[in-house]
């Protein structure tokens, strides 16, 4: 059983996350997965864009899985939970194609900073989203740069140092990459969105997409390394507020 379900339909790629068990969560499978389906939608002029959503109803995803491999020390699992998000956000920002994300229920953190990555948002009545990082014990610097990037500062710190449930319907009024709908309409919803953006001209949709996402990549980057320098020797407390937070 594979963690993504990866299929094609109507020339549209669709990408599912399938971890119910597992609160959603990302895992490496899920996160190369993913990156495969970027590439492949990337490659293939024949499909239109992908669609990023989840099997669940309920929770799209409670964040990155906490799960290592075996033998990690503390220092090695840090690296290897922040890899699995910052892949998954490299993919979306790098890719030139349309991609939007479908949800209803709660999505938090990385998987909420990957879908203010993508094109769009499409979210069912009464969705919410949750950076919980601040709550946990630790900051962020990663998530404060996707959220101001495709935001604004105000809404960024808000977000971030609040760590409250934020309604879709809120993050639509306040111009956030959001478009709410019914809950009976989502899929219709989605599939009109990744296609009003396929009926661009390629290469000029591209070109865009490259303008805006290079100076958010270069963040991303000065981001990560700043959470690597200022976390060095703090990873053993950090991976204990964490699981203590998931408990």
Not at 45 to 53: A, C, M, V
Not at 105 to 129: C, H, Q, Y
Not at 211 to 230: G, M, V
Request: glycine content about 8%.
């Amino acid at each position: 059983m594979t963690d993504l379900i990866v299929y094609e339909e109507n020339g549209i790629l669709w990408a599912s996350i399938d971890r119910q068990n597992k609160a959603g969560s990302i895992s490496r499978e899920v996160t190369d997965g993913y990156i495969e389906a970027v590439a492949r939608v990337t490659k293939d002029p024949s499909l239109k864009g992908l669609i990023w959503t989840s099997e669940s109803s309920t929770l799209f995803s409670g964040g990155v899985d906490l799960k290592v491999p075996q033998g990690f020390n503390e220092q090695q699992a840090s690296e290897w939970r922040t890899a699995i998000i910052v892949d998954l956000i490299h993919a979306t920002l790098s890719c030139p194609r349309p991609i939007v994300t479908m949800t209803r229920g709660r999505l938090l953190g990385g998987a909420f900073l990957n879908a203010l990555s993508s094109d769009r948002i499409v979210a069912a009545s009464g969705a919410t989203f949750k950076l919980p990082e601040v709550q946990i014990g630790i900051g962020s610097p990663i998530a404060a740069v996707v959220v101001e990037g495709t935001t604004n500062a105000g809404l960024a710190y808000d977000f971030l140092l609040s760590a409250r449930d934020i309604p879709a319907e809120e993050l639509e009024s306040k111009g956030g990459p959001c478009t709410v709908v019914p809950e009976e309409n989502l899929r219709d919803a989605a599939i009109e969105k990744i296609e009003n953006l396929a009926s661009m001209p390629s290469e000029a949709f591209g070109y865009m997409k490259n303008w805006f996402q290079k100076p958010r990549i270069a963040a991303l980057n000065e981001a990560i390394q700043y959470t690597n320098k200022t976390r060095k020797g703090k990873n053993d407390e950090v991976n204990a507020m964490v699981n203590q937070f998931f408990q």
